[in-house]
């Protein structure tokens, strides 16, 4: 004897619907040719708009997740290379701020908010105090994050000292108080023409409590992202940088700005300050050799983590 559920599928396709079995107790209910459905293994299935198409599943080591690939997926390796990274990088910093409590992020060269919004995506529901100091890039920042009450904006950089600079900017987000580097001309179109622009500067150790106040036990993370001057901003937070429970840094392979410091050297200094690293992931490629130009540095105060019973 028929089910309820088989005779009331049956009845569909007089209604000008189609139903696609899946699985046993499944069906996909849908107008007339508009959705074909993909199976990738016993529990996973693609709902794909029009004809079926190549796809593929990899499963992600023993983690339970598994990578779904497209046709196309494997034409431009670097890029899905890249894009893999970006956001393992933010997967795995906002896993370290549930294990060490962050609730405060510093986001020093917050361009136009990218950062935070990925932040938020992820998961991360703690204060994010962004530093933007072009114009153009702060409206669009400031703009992003008016609907945010736990997302503050302000329209200077950090630096080493209280001071005013001029930055290079029509670079997009690559704006930076350094020179482009010869590499740097030879590789990126933009660095080619400049124009400059006054900005502000303040001390990371001047800002820090204002940025933390309200907050009980704070246990702020740094962000920087400034193109070639991270151990400038570094460097401005004095004796308060033990403050922090971890750090994410831009570290440089291969130097795009004159007078930023190698990886080895900021890296070193960062682990002079307490720091190990828990993650490193490329953020820009060569093309033509594979080499990595940076990485994005992440590293936590290992003391700083809670104890485990």
């Given at each position: 004897m028929q089910t309820l559920y088989r005779r009331l599928l049956q009845l569909m396709p007089r209604l000008g619907l189609r139903v696609t079995d899946v699985a046993p107790g499944t069906a996909l209910v849908s107008r007339r040719g508009r959705y074909t459905v993909k199976s990738l293994d016993k529990d996973t299935w693609l709902v794909?708009?029009?004809a079926p198409r190549a796809w593929t599943t990899v499963p992600l080591g023993e983690s339970g997740a598994r990578l779904v690939l497209g046709e196309t997926s494997a034409a431009d390796e670097r890029k899905l290379?890249?894009?893999?990274?970006?956001?393992l990088c933010t997967q795995h910093v906002t896993?370290?701020?549930?294990?060490?409590?962050?609730?405060c992020v510093l986001d020093v060269g917050a361009n136009n908010g990218q950062y935070a919004k990925r932040l938020?995506?992820?998961?991360?529901?703690?204060?994010?105090v962004s530093f933007e100091p072009t114009s153009e890039a702060f409206a669009k920042l400031s703009k992003a994050a008016e609907h945010d009450p736990k997302w503050q904006v302000h329209h200077c950089g950090l630096g080493r000292e209280d001071t005013t600079a001029e930055i290079h900017v029509g670079w997009n987000t690559m704006n930076s108080l350094l020179p482009a580097s010869d590499y740097g001309r030879d590789r990126y179109k933009r660095f080619r023409t400049t124009r400059t622009e006054e900005i502000r500067i303040r001390r990371l150790d001047a800002v820090l409590d204002e940025a933390l106040d309200g907050i009980d036990d704070p246990?702020?993370?740094?962000k920087m992202d400034t193109q070639g001057y991270d151990l400038e901003v570094y460097a401005g937070a004095?004796?308060?940088?033990?403050?922090?429970?971890?750090?994410?840094?831009?570290?440089?392979?291969?130097?795009?700005?004159?007078g930023s410091p190698p990886m080895s050297e900021s890296v070193a200094a960062y682990e002079d300050?307490?720091?190990?690293?828990?993650?490193?992931?490329?953020?820009?490629?060569?093309?033509?050799?594979?080499?990595?130009?940076?990485?994005?540095?992440?590293?936590?105060?290992?003391?700083?983590?809670p104890e485990t019973t």
């Open positions: 794909l708009r029009g290379q890249m894009a893999a990274a970006e956001y896993a370290m701020f549930d294990l060490y409590g962050v609730n938020r995506k992820h998961g991360y529901r703690g204060r994010i246990r702020p993370f740094l004095g004796e308060r940088i033990a403050d922090f429970a971890g750090l994410q840094s831009e570290v440089a392979m291969l130097r795009l700005y004159e300050g307490g720091f190990e690293i828990t993650g490193m992931y490329p953020v820009t490629r060569e093309a033509a050799t594979g080499r990595v130009v940076e990485f994005d540095c992440v590293m936590m105060r290992a003391k700083a983590a």
